[in-house]
């Protein structure tokens, strides 16, 4: 089994930064990428960026050159840093975890991008 904390959500003005970071306990020797997912009201849930165990980055268009996702192996941490944020950044961000098992979810952490 998995467990996926994350932590760094709130309210912030358009324009400004947050930093999400999620850690993960358990069978961590398995997981081989981690990301960051969202979901806005209505909305599916839609990627965000992924890393892999070396380092190989992914993001989604809306988000590229403002987020930046970081790994910790040793400390089995996963984080994004959201710069430059837009009202439609707000959802529902989720971490995960990639394992040949499947994927293990957060419970998720809301990010409010609001004057």
């Known amino acids: 089994q998995l467990q996926l904390v994350e932590s760094g959500g709130g309210l912030v003005q358009p324009g400004g930064s947050l930093r999400l970071s999620c850690s993960a306990s358990g069978n961590t020797f398995s997981v081989y990428a981690m990301g960051w997912y969202r979901q806005a009201p209505g909305n599916q849930r839609e990627l965000v960026a992924t890393i892999t165990n070396d380092g190989r980055t992914n993001y989604a268009g809306s988000v590229k050159g403002r987020f930046t996702i970081a790994r910790d192996n040793a400390k089995n941490t996963v984080s994004v840093q959201m710069n430059t944020l837009r009202p439609e950044d707000t959802a529902v961000y989720y971490c995960?975890?990639?394992?040949?098992?499947?994927?293990?979810w957060g419970q998720g952490t809301q990010v409010t991008v609001s004057s």
């Open positions: 995960a975890a990639y394992t040949p098992d499947g994927t293990y």
